[in-house]
């Protein structure tokens, strides 16, 4: 869980680093970014999916990997709307 988190503020360092090296077309590095994220998501999903089947959907490992995805949709939700808005 503390490893997601750790991932997404790196993702959004990034994207703010982006942001400051592409001056003309910042909405093109973050369209990137929620393609990134959007594989992240199935990646996280899949993982879940299966870990159901040999640890149960109740386990702590998969409960996590539901958070994770959870999480990843709303970052992803928050770097499409700032490609939108920018």
Do not use: C, W
């Amino acid at each position: 869980m503390k490893k997601d988190k750790q991932e997404q503020d790196e993702i959004r360092n990034a994207v703010e680093d982006a942001l400051k090296q592409v001056s003309g077309r910042p909405e093109a590095a973050l369209g990137e970014f929620v393609e990134l994220q959007e594989r992240r998501i199935e990646r996280l999903k899949a993982t879940e999916e299966y870990l159901k089947t040999t640890l149960g959907e109740d386990h702590p490992e998969v409960l996590a990997l539901g958070v994770a995805a959870e999480e990843a949709e709303k970052l992803k939700d928050e770097l499409r709307t700032r490609a939108e808005v920018d």
